[in-house]
């Protein structure tokens, strides 16, 4: 049986949007770490917090500085996969939606309803029409 759930868009606390987010009674398959994204967006963050933290006191960096450079090289490089990180858990998305009966492509429609970030140097998500390819392709393959 096929469903053509549209999706439910949730917010964090800080105001992220999580959607498409399946909601069903009996179901609630939302914002997992199946992927493990935040694992490795944490040892990237401790990655880019050595190289940088290092490369600021090897330049004579103490106290407040070399904090900044520490905390600026822990958001840099977290940042620097947090696009694909974002692609690759809509296409696990796509999955997780066709296999619990319900349409990823209409769910993924909610895209085009929020605002779309774009292609920001050191944003965190890939632009809506990037997000709603990927959902296409991958259910294209189901």
Known sequence: MRRDGAGELRQHDNGHATGPT???????????DIAGHIGKTQNNAALGAILIGVAAAAAGAEGSLLDMAVNTGAQVVSRAYSKNFELEADALGTVIAHKSGYNPVRGAEFFARIPDPGDQFLGTHPPNASRMKIVKETAAKL
């Not at 399946?22 to 997992?32: A, E, L, M, Q, R």
């Open 22 to 32: 399946i909601t069903d009674p009996g179901k609630n398959i939302s914002s997992v």
